[in-house]
């Protein structure tokens, strides 16, 4: 495998896209290699303000409603 990658055709912007998933690539190997864990990123939904304490289940929801 060559530690080269031919991008003479592509925009500036895309060649630092290119770089920059590259060095992702890397950092993710780098993790692994390591032994640590990936992170994942939670998903935040919107919230609304409520009495509520813990976890409810979508039947306890609509069983409210």
């Known amino acids: 495998m060559t530690d080269t990658i031919d991008l003479h055709d592509l925009p500036e912007e895309e060649v630092r896209l290119v770089q920059?998933?590259?060095?992702f690539l890397k950092r993710r190997m780098k993790m692994r290699k390591a032994g640590g864990e990936e992170k994942v990123e939670e998903i935040s939904f919107?919230?609304?303000?409520?009495?509520?304490?813990?976890k409810l289940t979508r039947r306890e929801i609509y069983d409210y409603l």
């Open 20 to 23: 920059e998933f590259v060095e």
């Open 46 to 54: 919107t919230a609304h303000p409520s009495d509520v304490i813990g």
